[in-house]
């Protein structure tokens, strides 16, 4: 038995997962991406509330689940971009920011227990 056995290599790669809003869409970075483990399917769950979002991986039969990591893409880039107009004016009217005027970065917190990030939006920062 190895000294070693339990621990895993540390993914320099991955970094920090957030999520970006603009008035062009709402993009995942490839943090989160990775962490949640390439999903094709996800649930975006919202709590109007506490005024967070989640990401969480699920099934192309879950009901509501939406299209997020195409393994089949030819781009290079590991990111994903929903421009739904409505879902844009579901956040820009929850937080009463004006993405004609600037764009956030929101930074998330990987829930391993529940497979999800989730992104407080109430911490967001402007694009600059």
């Not at 227990?113 to 992104?119: P, T």
Request: with cysteine.
């Amino acid at each position: 038995m190895s000294l070693l056995e339990n621990f895993k290599a540390f993914n320099f790669n991955e970094g920090v997962p957030y999520v970006s809003v603009t008035s062009n869409g709402m993009t995942f970075n490839k943090s989160v991406i990775m962490k949640l483990g390439y999903p094709e399917h996800v649930l975006l769950l919202i709590d109007e509330e506490t005024k967070r979002i989640a990401v969480q991986p699920c099934t192309q039969e879950t009901p509501n689940a939406a299209p997020f990591y195409n393994k089949e893409k030819k781009s290079n880039a590991l990111s994903v971009r929903w421009n739904g107009r409505d879902l844009l004016n579901t956040i820009q009217n929850l937080m009463n920011w004006d993405l004609s005027q600037c764009g956030y970065r929101i930074d998330g917190v990987l829930l391993k227990e529940e497979q999800a990030i989730i992104f407080d939006l109430t911490h967001a920062s402007e694009l600059k």
